[in-house]
């Protein structure tokens, strides 16, 4: 197991700021943080169902194309009348969506689509309400209207896409093993039994775990970034998330490394409520153009920003699957 307080200067800092910051300049949609909790060994439960593996079925990962309605109906009219967008986020994962607690403002890789929404429906990519949302929460948030969308590394799975509408995918991640530098866990194998492996609750994490968790222990908490202050504290002795995610962590924590190979596929969409398909649809127009110009498109600029140092290799957005 890791040692207490390993890498806690930097992340703890970022993480203190983040928290400060939302009262501020959020709303929270429920309280950050949360206790751990842990998963007893048994058979898997429901959550095995939601599989990322099921994310490969095209009719999951099929979204409205823009051709195939208006894309400027009931909802996107009543984004326009509120005069702002509401966005789902986070401000706890380093180079997806964060607060920098140098400059107080929000960034990132999932910021910048947020922009290119926003600016598209209403002219202006500062008209934005972020709303911190965890990860635990992001489905109920699309469901109760507290959001318009929802903008927070979310995977497109088939149990997922029964509850909320997905835009096509943007980016495409894995889950994979992220631990101390030091320590004999060499991925998702057989080295984890008898460890405690952290995952966020009904991430997709959780529900590979519960299909095979090679003999670990699972702790689940609310958020990913608390899996990593479990593996400081020495609480964990790993974590399982997205290795998009866990290469931002890594970032913020030199004491840590990925290990092993992603063992399954990711993509992440835009989740916005079934009933706002005319939105669904103005947001996949926008990721069309966000993503078309190769090398020089928007959204390779903000890989080069925020991503390319960590996750190298990357060329270009998965190719859009429509219905």
Same mark, same amino acid.
């Given at each position: 197991?890791?040692? /207490? ?9 970022? /993480? ?6 939302? *009262? ?19 058979? %898997? ?10 994310? $490969?079925?095209?009719?999951? /990962? ?7 309605? *208006? ?33 107080? &403002? ?39 209207? #507290? ?14 896409? +029964? ?10 991640? +894995?889950?994979?093993?992220?631990? %101390? ?11 984890? #039994? ?40 020495? $609480?964990?002795? /790993? ?14 924590? %030199? ?14 969409? &835009? ?9 669904? =649809? ?6 069309? =153009? ?14 080069? *920003?925020?991503?390319? #140092? ?14």
């Amino acid at each position: 197991m890791g040692g /207490a307080g390993r890498g806690w200067g930097g992340v703890l800092t970022m /993480a203190a700021a983040c928290a400060l910051a939302v *009262t501020a300049v959020l709303v929270p949609i429920t309280p950050g943080g949360g206790d751990a909790r842990a998963v007893a060994a048994g058979p %898997p439960g429901p959550l095995a169902h939601a599989r990322s593996a099921l994310a $490969q079925d095209d009719d999951c /990962a099929a979204s409205p194309s823009p051709a195939s309605g *208006t894309t400027d109906g009931a909802a996107v009219e009543r984004i326009k009348a509120r005069g702002r967008l509401l966005v789902g986020v986070d401000q706890n994962s380093y180079l997806w969506g964060y607060r920098d607690p140098s400059t107080g &403002v929000l960034a990132g890789f999932d910021i910048d689509i947020v922009k290119a929404i926003a600016r598209d429906i209403l002219g202006d990519a500062s008209k934005v309400q972020y709303l911190t949302v965890p990860t635990d929460q992001r489905i109920q948030a699309i469901k109760q209207r #507290k959001v318009d969308l929802v903008v927070r590394t979310m995977t497109i799975n088939c149990a997922r896409a +029964g509850q909320v509408a997905f835009s096509v995918p943007y980016f495409t991640a +894995g889950q994979q093993i992220l631990a %101390p530098k030091d320590s004999p866990v060499t991925g998702f194998d057989d080295s984890l #039994k008898g460890r405690t492996v952290c995952t966020a609750d009904t991430s997709t994490g959780q529900a590979t775990l519960e299909h095979d968790r090679h003999g670990a222990h699972v702790m689940t908490v609310p958020n990913q970034l608390d899996c990593l202050v479990r593996l400081q504290l020495g $609480q964990a002795d /790993a974590v399982f998330t997205d290795n998009a995610l866990a290469a931002g962590q890594a970032a913020q924590d %030199p004491a840590v490394r990925l290990v092993g190979h992603p063992v399954t596929s990711e993509p992440y969409g &835009v989740a916005v409520n079934l009933d706002d398909q005319d939105l669904v =649809r103005r947001v996949n127009e926008v990721l069309a =153009r966000y993503e078309s110009g190769g090398a020089g498109s928007e959204w390779m600029r903000s890989y080069d *920003t925020w991503l390319a #140092k960590d996750l190298p290799g990357i060329t270009g957005p998965p190719p859009p699957v429509y219905r």
